[in-house]
C-alpha cells in the first residue's frame, strides 16, 4: 500500500476504534483488508473505506490525516496491511451495543 493508502487505512482506524485497545485498532484495519482481499468491495483501501454508505467517518478522513495519526493506529494500519488480523476474516463491525453476536473486541463486535 502506498503511504496515502496506509495513511488512509490508519486515520479511518484512529476515527472508528482510536479509544480501543490496540487489538480493537488491528481488528478495524483487519476488516477493511479483509475487504479490499475479498473481491466483493472494492479492491484498494480507499475504494473500501469511501465507498457509499460504509464508513460514517469517511468525511473526516483528510482532517484527520493531515492533524496527524496516532503512532497506535498507524502500527495498527501497517499491522493490517501486513495480513495480521484479530478477527480472522471478518468484514463487518458495529458497536457491541448493537446485540450483533461475533467477536467482542473492546466495544465492537467483528463478524
Known amino acids: 500500500a502506498s503511504y496515502d493508502e496506509t495513511t488512509i487505512l490508519a486515520a479511518t482506524i484512529q476515527l472508528e476504534a482510536g479509544n480501543e485497545p490496540y487489538e480493537g485498532q488491528v481488528a478495524v484495519g483487519a476488516v477493511i483488508m479483509n475487504r479490499v482481499r475479498s473481491g466483493g ?3 484498494s483501501i480507499s475504494g473500501v ?3 457509499a ?6 468525511g473526516r478522513i483528510a ?3 493531515a492533524s496527524g495519526v496516532k503512532s497506535s493506529c498507524m502500527q495498527a494500519a501497517q499491522a ?3 495480513g495480521e488480523t484479530t478477527v480472522g476474516t471478518a468484514t463487518h463491525f458495529r458497536s457491541v451495543s448493537s446485540g450483533m453476536q461475533g467477536i467482542l473486541i ?5 463478524w
Not at 53 to 58: H, R, T
Open 63 to 65: 482532517a484527520t490525516a
Open 80 to 82: 493490517a496491511i501486513n
Open 106 to 110: 473492546g466495544n465492537h463486535v467483528f
Open 53 to 58: 454508505g460504509q464508513f460514517s467517518v469517511s
Open 49 to 51: 473505506v469511501y465507498q
Open 41 to 43: 468491495y472494492p479492491n
